[in-house]
């Protein structure tokens, strides 16, 4: 029986040119034999913006909801999974070759793990790429790991959650993502973390695109304000899982 591993994508208007890119690299994915992928494309929104760039693809399945942030779009993405991994890609980054087969590799070789991350680059507009200081080692990640570095480093995550893949059991229990305007994503690594073991691969698996309508690059992304209350509720709910003892075992 074929098994399947699902690819989320929120995607809005200004984003959805880069569908065809995002598509390209799911397509030279090669899949362990037995396995196949499903593209689920949820607009925040209801346009005819989106709908003109998803490609003709009987794997891609396109939706469209009212508008309620990345996180949101992801969460109701949830109802049309059918797949036993969930694997994140934002419209407008693309995965590397071999991205899928090695989160496959390493959650299926330790059922245990919840989640499996992998190296992320920097696409910058001129082509160029740039990595990350501090990548941990390659191999899994304790519980409770990401949320120390986080909170020694600035809020900044020791792992990308962008490239995160997750089994769909533990990613329903918890809720999906956060229902914050940003960092919903960080909120769900944290929370997955609480209360679970991960996985770190050292090589490259997703190239995050830098550009000037993305919405980590918006003014309101680093309101004072605003990102006080999201790194507060983000910590006391990663910390209220693991207060509650509750651990993850397949």
């Given at each position: 029986?074929?098994?399947?591993?699902?690819?989320?994508?929120?995607?809005?208007?200004?984003?959805?040119?880069?569908?065809?890119?995002?598509?390209?690299?799911?397509?030279?994915?090669?899949?362990?034999?037995?396995?196949?992928?499903?593209?689920?494309?949820?607009?925040?929104?209801?346009?005819?913006?989106?709908?003109?760039?998803?490609?003709?693809?009987?794997?891609?399945?396109?939706?469209?909801?009212?508008?309620?942030?990345?996180?949101?779009?992801?969460?109701?993405?949830?109802?049309?999974?059918?797949?036993?991994?969930?694997?994140?890609?934002?419209?407008?980054?693309?995965?590397?070759?071999?991205?899928?087969?090695?989160?496959?590799?390493?959650?299926?070789?330790d059922r245990d793990l919840g989640w499996?991350?992998?190296?992320?680059?920097?696409?910058?507009?001129?082509?160029?790429?740039?990595?990350?200081?501090?990548?941990p080692e390659h191999g899994p990640i304790?519980?409770?790991?990401?949320?120390?570095?986080?909170?020694?480093?600035?809020?900044?995550?020791?792992?990308?959650?962008?490239?995160l893949c997750v089994r769909r059991d533990?990613?329903?229990?918890?809720?999906?993502?956060?229902?914050?305007?940003?960092?919903?994503?960080?909120?769900?690594?944290?929370?997955?973390?609480?209360?679970?073991?991960?996985?770190?691969?050292?090589?490259?698996?997703?190239?995050?695109?830098?550009?000037?309508?993305?919405?980590?690059?918006?003014?309101?992304?680093?309101?004072?304000?605003?990102?006080?209350?999201?790194?507060?509720?983000?910590?006391?709910?990663?910390?209220?899982?693991?207060?509650?003892?509750?651990?993850?075992?397949?």
């Open positions: 029986m074929t098994r399947r591993v699902v690819v989320v994508t929120a995607v809005h208007a200004p984003s959805a040119r880069f569908l065809r890119e995002a598509h390209a690299s799911l397509c030279g994915q090669e899949l362990p034999d037995g396995w196949e992928w499903h593209w689920v494309i949820q607009e925040d929104g209801r346009t005819d913006a989106v709908a003109p760039y998803v490609p003709d693809d009987p794997r891609i399945t396109f939706r469209q909801g009212r508008p309620g942030g990345p996180g949101v779009a992801r969460t109701i993405a949830l109802g049309h999974v059918d797949g036993e991994y969930v694997k994140i890609l934002d419209a407008d980054d693309r995965l590397t070759p071999g991205a899928l087969a090695r989160d496959l590799a390493a959650l299926e070789a499996a991350t992998s190296r992320a680059l920097d696409h910058l507009p001129d082509g160029s790429t740039v990595g990350f200081p501090g990548d304790a519980r409770g790991a990401v949320l120390a570095f986080w909170k020694a480093n600035g809020f900044r995550a020791p792992v990308h959650p962008a490239t533990l990613l329903v229990a918890l809720g999906g993502w956060m229902a914050l305007p940003a960092s919903e994503d960080t909120g769900l690594l944290l929370a997955l973390n609480s209360v679970s073991r991960g996985w770190f691969s050292r090589q490259v698996g997703l190239l995050y695109r830098k550009w000037d309508g993305q919405m980590t690059g918006q003014a309101s992304h680093v309101d004072p304000e605003e990102r006080a209350a999201r790194m507060t509720v983000v910590e006391a709910r990663a910390r209220a899982l693991a207060s509650l003892r509750w651990q993850y075992d397949n």
